[in-house]
């Protein structure tokens, strides 16, 4: 069974993109998967909730975009979570989507840098999760064109479904000229508040739209998985037993029960 590959992506800031990579590969991870995370967010919040060295001039994502440095020279492991491995952004990444402009094959380089790494590396890994900048720019094409699969985050609120249709527009555009295999597999409901009307009127928009691609776990508003972060930590190994951490392990075990991963 090849690697799967998800692009976890929304244009919108902070609707816990970053923190449903981290939980989903630590989840993955500890059920026995070997895991690879991709942080392409100048920002590096994957990077620092996995407990990555990523300042400024650490060999990291932007290396292997601008200069062709093999994937497998940045890769580093995650120390609390055996299987989990990540490459690390720094500050900069900001610079690469100015710098990718005029470079050949631009929006195909994450994508050969992943395919190489699968090609070469001696233990594969079974899933590679790649986080994203809250943008559509050319760091999110990359991602788009090296993923099989897309993991939209939605945060259950009002404005939740305004930027999405340009979402799935530049979808359209992506699998039409760059990479005709990706496909949203996966929406995510997160920060979600069942107990407002609001909340659950947007959830049912969101399920009327995208039908059993929504996971039918959502993730709970949780105070340990906003405290992970600042331990360098996910909630998986911070609070093992809290509800953010059983909600995103069931999450994970549904991702893996729709595809059969080894
Ligand atoms: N389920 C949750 N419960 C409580 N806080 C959460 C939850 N999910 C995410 N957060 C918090 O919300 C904030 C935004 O989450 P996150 O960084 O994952 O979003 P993002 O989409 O990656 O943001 P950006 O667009 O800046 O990359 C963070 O402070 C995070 O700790
Ligand atoms: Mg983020």
């Not at 799967?4 to 981290?22: D, E, L, M």
């Not at 932007?62 to 492991?77: F, M, T």
């Not at 989990?84 to 994450?110: F, K, M």
């Not at 600042?230 to 729709?258: F, K």
Request: charged fraction near 20%; include cysteine.
């Amino acid at each position: 069974m090849g690697t799967r590959i998800i692009t976890v992506s929304n244009q919108k800031g902070g609707v816990g993109k970053t923190t449903t990579a981290v939980n989903l590969a630590a989840a993955m991870a500890g059920s026995g998967l070997r895991v690879l995370v991709i942080d392409m967010d100048p920002q590096g919040n994957a990077s620092t909730a996995l407990s990555i060295p990523h300042s400024s001039g650490t060999a990291g994502i932007y290396d292997v975009l601008i200069d062709g440095v093999p994937l497998a020279d940045v890769v580093q492991p995650c120390p609390q979570v055996p299987g989990l491995s990540c490459a690390p952004a720094t500050i900069d990444l900001a610079g690469a989507e100015i710098e990718l402009v005029p470079l050949v094959a631009r929006e195909n380089r994450l994508r050969r840098a992943v395919q190489s790494y699968l090609e070469t590396t001696d233990q594969p890994p079974d899933l590679v999760l790649i986080d994203c900048p809250p943008s559509l720019g050319l760091l999110t094409v990359n991602a788009f064109v090296a993923a099989r699969e897309l993991l939209i985050p939605i945060q259950c609120e009002y404005y939740a479904l305004e930027g999405l249709s340009q979402l799935l527009k530049n979808v359209d555009l992506i699998q039409q000229h760059l990479n005709a295999d990706l496909h949203v597999s996966t929406i995510l409901l997160t920060m979600f508040d069942g107990r407002t009307r609001l909340a659950s009127d947007v959830a049912d928009q969101v399920r009327e739209h995208f039908g059993d691609r929504v996971l039918r776990t959502a993730i709970p508003r949780s105070v340990r998985i906003s405290e992970a972060p600042s331990h360098g930590e996910t909630v998986m190994t911070y609070d093992p037993t809290s509800t953010g951490a059983l909600s995103y392990a069931e999450a994970a075990a549904e991702m893996r029960r729709t595809k059969e991963m080894s």
